[in-house]
């Protein structure tokens, strides 16, 4: 097991220009997942994180009852204003909720250098559903995850139901799963991560990582706790941390899982339904300990 203490990336100094990322997502009135997951992770983590939000949802513990959607122009609006004047050295995608944002954002990134085959790194986590099955990507807007998203991915990372939806793998084993990798960067990755923390046949959570050359089989232990809302959004975010921080993709993955890990085991409970993953954890810890 990987020693908490350790997770740790460069710190400014005080006074000096941290790191910056950019997160293009959605807000989670629940305060557990989307641009509230990320940015938590990105402070705990010593960076300035910058945001264009795609949608407003109307959640709480027990599901999502609504959301209202930024216009397009204004979601690439918000990333040309920070990338020209704030800068980034790497970015994510959560929720982007229909076709048009993924084309407003796709353009926006191709002109400010976001992207695989461009100088920052662009995470993509292919955000499909909420964990309670609310839908937060329009059905029609699967072919331009497809066809327009997952080409600009310096690394994929869908969960199970997501590499489902995109690429009609159904993931119950190590060969489903490898599948699933290949089809994802047959659409254009660069990396795929396959995670496997919904296969629930182990004690632990084997996801695997590929560029189709190597294959990462990345095990954390298995955090069996029912409050694990936004455990996807703060894993794309720590691997996003990781990258602009120059690390290797395999190396900012398994960073990131460890990561991740830690948080599931300071989740905590909230409201009536699923509590959030604790992306402050090492905050918590160490006032606590
Ligand atoms: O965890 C995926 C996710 C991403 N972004 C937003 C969400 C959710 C899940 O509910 O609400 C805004």
């Not at 009135?29 to 939000?53: E, K, P």
């Not at 960067?185 to 296969?199: D, P, Q």
């Given at each position: 097991m990987t020693d908490p203490r350790t997770l740790r990336l460069p710190a400014p100094a005080r006074g000096?220009?941290?790191?910056?990322?950019?997160?293009?997502?959605?807000?989670?009135?629940?305060?557990?997942?989307?641009?509230?997951?990320?940015?938590?992770?990105?402070?705990?983590?010593?960076?300035?994180?910058?945001?264009?939000?795609t949608a407003v949802t109307v959640q709480n513990s027990v599901g999502v009852s609504g959301f209202s959607e930024i216009a397009p122009d204004v979601v690439a609006a918000q990333i040309r204003s920070v990338v020209g004047d704030i800068g980034v050295?790497?970015?994510?995608t959560g929720m982007l909720a229909s076709t048009a944002i993924i084309e407003a954002v796709a353009a926006a990134a191709d002109e400010v250098g976001i992207g695989r085959d461009h100088a920052v790194p662009l995470v993509v986590d292919p955000v499909a559903a909420s964990m309670h099955g609310d839908p937060l990507l329009a059905a029609d807007a699967l072919?331009?995850?497809?066809?327009?998203?997952?080409?600009?991915?310096?690394?994929?990372?869908?969960?199970?139901?997501?590499?489902?939806?995109?690429?009609?793998?159904?993931?119950?084993?190590?060969?489903?799963?490898?599948?699933?990798?290949h089809?994802?960067?047959?659409?254009?990755?660069?990396?795929?991560?396959?995670?496997?923390?919904?296969?629930?046949?182990s004690q632990f959570s084997p996801d695997l990582l590929s560029d189709g050359h190597e294959y990462v089989e990345l095990s954390a232990e298995r955090i069996d706790t029912p409050h694990d809302h936004g455990a996807g959004d703060t894993l794309a975010?720590?691997?996003?941390?990781?990258?602009?921080?120059?690390?290797?993709?395999?190396?900012?993955?398994?960073?990131?899982?460890?990561?991740?890990?830690?948080?599931?085991?300071?989740?905590?409970?909230?409201?009536?339904?699923?509590g959030p993953v604790n992306p402050l954890w090492r905050v918590w810890a160490d006032r606590i300990s």
């Open positions: 000096e220009t941290p790191a910056r990322v950019l997160t293009i997502a959605g807000s989670d009135s629940g305060g557990g997942a989307g641009i509230q997951a990320d940015m938590r992770t990105f402070a705990t983590l010593g960076l300035h994180a910058c945001v264009a939000v050295s790497a970015a994510k072919d331009a995850v497809r066809t327009v998203l997952i080409p600009r991915a310096t690394v994929v990372t869908p969960n199970l139901d997501e590499v489902r939806l995109i690429t009609g793998v159904q993931v119950t084993d190590a060969e489903s799963q490898r599948s699933a990798a089809a994802l960067l047959e659409l254009g990755a660069r990396w795929a991560l396959v995670k496997g923390g919904h296969l629930r046949t975010a720590a691997i996003t941390a990781a990258l602009s921080h120059g690390m290797t993709v395999p190396d900012a993955v398994a960073f990131a899982k460890a990561w991740v890990t830690e948080g599931l085991r300071w989740a905590y409970p909230l409201g009536a339904g699923h």
